[in-house]
C-alpha cells in the first residue's frame, strides 16, 4: 500500500516554472514506478512523465518535452516533476501515480494516486 501527496501547484505567469513534489509513504517506494498525469476541466487524464523505480529511465509526451523533468529521491520518498516554460495549456490539476515494477503511460495501469494540486498559468 502506497499513499501519496502532492504539492507545489500554484499560479504562474506563462514562461514561469513550479516543481511539483510527491511524498510517498512507505517503506518499498523504490519499489514502485512513478508517474505524472494531469486533467484539465472536461477533458481525459493525460499522461505528463514517468519515471523508473531506480530513476534510470524517465519518459514523456511530446507536449513537455524538453520543458518538464521527471525525477526521484528513494532515499526521501519523494518523485519531482520541474515545470518550466509553462504554457497556459499546461493549466490543469495534476496527479501523481505509482504501480509495480515499470513505467507505463497508461493511466488505468496505475494503482495509486494522491489527491491532485492545481496548477495554473496565466498568459
Known amino acids: 500500500q502506497v499513499q501519496l501527496v502532492e504539492s507545489g501547484g500554484g499560479l504562474v505567469q506563462a514562461g514561469g516554472s513550479l516543481r511539483l513534489s510527491c511524498a510517498a509513504s512507505?517503506?518499498?517506494?523504490?519499489?514502485?514506478?512513478t508517474g505524472w498525469f494531469r486533467q484539465a476541466p472536461g477533458k481525459e487524464r493525460d499522461f505528463v512523465a514517468a519515471i523508473s523505480r531506480s530513476g534510470s529511465m524517465t519518459n514523456y509526451p511530446d507536449s513537455v518535452k524538453g520543458r518538464f523533468t521527471i525525477s526521484r529521491d528513494n532515499a526521501k520518498n519523494t518523485v519531482y516533476l520541474q515545470m518550466n516554460s509553462l504554457k497556459p495549456e499546461d493549466t490543469a490539476v495534476y496527479y501523481c501515480?505509482?504501480?509495480?515494477?515499470?513505467?507505463?503511460?497508461?493511466?488505468?495501469?496505475?494503482?495509486?494516486w494522491g489527491q491532485g494540486t492545481q496548477v495554473t498559468v496565466s498568459s
Open positions: 501515480a505509482a504501480r509495480r515494477l515499470t513505467i507505463s503511460q497508461a493511466a488505468a495501469s496505475y494503482d495509486y
Open positions: 512507505g517503506r518499498t517506494f523504490n519499489t514502485y514506478a
